[in-house]
C-alpha cells in the first residue's frame, strides 16, 4: 500500500466559518485518497496566533515553506504562497481556498492586492494547482478575474448533516429576530433596522462564539453563546435571521445553519449569499422597507427539501470524486 500525505495548513487560531470548511474538507480528502487504497498521514498545523507586522508573517511564511511538502496541501488564499513555491517544480497537489473576495478592498490595499495577483498567476500556469471556491457564483467570478482554467476551480461548498439541527426546531417562535454573527464586517443598515423592529416590539440580538459578556445597545443585544447547543436554541427560537453584510459574502455557515434550524433568512443581493438564500427558498428583498415587510408578514415558510439534499454530508465524496483529483 503506497503511502500518500495530505496537510491541511490554516491561517489563525480562531474556528471561523472558514476554518470548519476547509477543516470538514480536509478530512474528506483523507477518506477520498484511503478509499483509493492510499496509507494516509493527515497533518493540520494551525497558527497560535494572527501574524500582524512584516517580521512576524515573514517567519510564518518561512515555516510554511519549510513544511509545505505533501502529496495534497489544502491552504487558503491568506498563506498560500510559500506553499506555492514550495511545490512549484514538483507534481504535488496544492488546493488554494478563497471563500470570496473584497475587489473594492483590495483596491485600498496595493500590497494584499499584489500578492493574490501572483497567487492567481501561480495557480493559472501550474496544472497541478487548482482554487476551491464555495459557491457557483465565485466559481464563475474567479474564472473571469484570474483566467484559471474552470476545471481547476473547484467547488468544494458547505456541507451540513441535517439531523445535526432538526432536533431544535420549534413550531413555538418567539417574537425574536435574530440580526446574524457579531462582526466589525456588518453593515450600518442592520442597526436602523434593529431600531424599527424593536419599536414595534421584536426582540434583536446577535450571537457570538467569542467569549466576551454580553452586550446590549438601544435596539439590540449581543449574546455570547457559551456552547453550540445554546446556539443552535436561540437562532431556532427565532422568527427571522437577517445577515446583512458590508463586504461581499462567501456562503456564510450562520446562514445555512439557520436555514436548517428552521428559520428564514433575510438578506440584501450579496454575491455567493443571494445564491444560498435562493437554493433554499428564503427572502432577498429589494430595500429595508421590504425586509421589514417580510418580518411582519410572518407568511408561511418551508424549507427547499432540495436544497437540504444538494448540501448534505454524504454528497462529499461524490463531489471529490468529480474534481479531478
Given at each position: 500500500?503506497k503511502?500518500?500525505?495530505?496537510?491541511?495548513?490554516?491561517?489563525?487560531?480562531?474556528?471561523?466559518?472558514?476554518?470548519?470548511?476547509?477543516?470538514?474538507?480536509?478530512?474528506?480528502?483523507?477518506?477520498?485518497?484511503?478509499?483509493?487504497?492510499?496509507?494516509?498521514?493527515?497533518?493540520?498545523?494551525?497558527?497560535?496566533?494572527?501574524?500582524?507586522?512584516?517580521?512576524?508573517?515573514?517567519?510564518?511564511?518561512?515555516?510554511?515553506?519549510?513544511?509545505?511538502?505533501?502529496?495534497?496541501?489544502?491552504v487558503?488564499?491568506?498563506?498560500?504562497?510559500?506553499?506555492?513555491?514550495?511545490?512549484?517544480?514538483?507534481?504535488?497537489?496544492?488546493?488554494?481556498?478563497?471563500?470570496?473576495?473584497?475587489?473594492?478592498?483590495?483596491?485600498?490595499?496595493?500590497?494584499?492586492?499584489?500578492?493574490?495577483?501572483?497567487?492567481?498567476?501561480?495557480?493559472?500556469?501550474?496544472?497541478?494547482?487548482?482554487?476551491?471556491?464555495?459557491?457557483?457564483?465565485?466559481?464563475?467570478?474567479?474564472?473571469?478575474?484570474?483566467?484559471?482554467?474552470?476545471?481547476r476551480?473547484?467547488?468544494?461548498?458547505?456541507?451540513f448533516?441535517?439531523?445535526?439541527y432538526?432536533?431544535?426546531?420549534?413550531?413555538?417562535?418567539?417574537?425574536?429576530?435574530?440580526?446574524?454573527?457579531?462582526?466589525?464586517?456588518?453593515?450600518?443598515?442592520?442597526?436602523?433596522?434593529?431600531?424599527?423592529?424593536?419599536?414595534?416590539?421584536?426582540?434583536?440580538?446577535?450571537?457570538?462564539?467569542?467569549?466576551?459578556?454580553?452586550?446590549?445597545?438601544?435596539?439590540?443585544?449581543?449574546?455570547?453563546?457559551?456552547?453550540?447547543?445554546?446556539?443552535?436554541?436561540?437562532?431556532?427560537?427565532?422568527?427571522?435571521?437577517?445577515?446583512?453584510?458590508?463586504?461581499?459574502?462567501?456562503?456564510?455557515?450562520?446562514?445555512?445553519?439557520?436555514?436548517?434550524?428552521?428559520?428564514?433568512?433575510?438578506?440584501?443581493?450579496?454575491?455567493?449569499?443571494?445564491?444560498?438564500?435562493?437554493?433554499?427558498?428564503?427572502?432577498?428583498?429589494?430595500?429595508?422597507?421590504?425586509?421589514?415587510?417580510i418580518?411582519?408578514?410572518?407568511?408561511?415558510?418551508?424549507?427547499?427539501?432540495?436544497?437540504v439534499?444538494?448540501?448534505?454530508?454524504?454528497?462529499?465524496?461524490?463531489?471529490?470524486?468529480?474534481?479531478?483529483?
Amino acid at each position: 500500500m503506497k503511502n500518500f500525505c495530505i496537510k491541511y495548513l490554516s491561517d489563525g487560531p480562531k474556528n471561523t466559518g472558514g476554518y470548519y470548511h476547509e477543516s470538514f474538507w480536509f478530512e474528506q480528502l483523507q477518506d477520498y485518497y484511503a478509499a483509493k487504497g492510499f496509507n494516509i498521514t493527515a497533518i493540520e498545523e494551525r497558527a497560535k496566533d494572527y501574524h500582524k507586522g512584516f517580521i512576524k508573517r515573514f517567519k510564518w511564511f518561512w515555516h510554511l515553506f519549510k513544511i509545505a511538502k505533501a502529496d495534497v496541501v489544502l491552504v487558503p488564499g491568506r498563506c498560500a504562497m510559500p506553499v506555492l513555491l514550495r511545490n512549484f517544480f514538483s507534481k504535488r497537489k496544492v488546493m488554494v481556498v478563497f471563500h470570496s473576495l473584497n475587489s473594492k478592498g483590495l483596491r485600498k490595499n496595493r500590497v494584499l492586492s499584489f500578492y493574490y495577483s501572483v497567487i492567481f498567476k501561480l495557480v493559472r500556469i501550474k496544472s497541478n494547482y487548482s482554487l476551491v471556491v464555495v459557491a457557483q457564483y465565485w466559481k464563475a467570478f474567479f474564472y473571469d478575474k484570474t483566467r484559471i482554467p474552470i476545471e481547476r476551480i473547484l467547488l468544494l461548498p458547505n456541507l451540513f448533516d441535517p439531523t445535526d439541527y432538526i432536533h431544535f426546531q420549534t413550531k413555538n417562535k418567539q417574537k425574536n429576530i435574530h440580526l446574524g454573527m457579531w462582526s466589525t464586517k456588518l453593515d450600518k443598515s442592520i442597526y436602523e433596522i434593529a431600531s424599527h423592529l424593536s419599536h414595534k416590539g421584536y426582540y434583536c440580538f446577535f450571537t457570538t462564539p467569542d467569549d466576551i459578556m454580553s452586550l446590549g445597545s438601544y435596539g439590540y443585544d449581543i449574546i455570547y453563546c457559551k456552547t453550540q447547543n445554546e446556539y443552535k436554541e436561540r437562532v431556532a427560537n427565532a422568527l427571522f435571521t437577517l445577515t446583512i453584510s458590508a463586504i461581499p459574502e462567501g456562503w456564510p455557515r450562520v446562514a445555512h445553519e439557520s436555514f436548517l434550524l428552521g428559520t428564514p433568512v433575510i438578506a440584501f443581493n450579496n454575491a455567493g449569499l443571494s445564491e444560498l438564500i435562493y437554493e433554499a427558498n428564503g427572502y432577498i428583498p429589494k430595500n429595508t422597507i421590504e425586509l421589514l415587510e417580510i418580518i411582519d408578514s410572518l407568511e408561511d415558510w418551508e424549507l427547499s427539501g432540495r436544497f437540504v439534499q444538494k448540501f448534505h454530508i454524504n454528497q462529499a465524496q461524490k463531489i471529490l470524486a468529480t474534481c479531478g483529483l
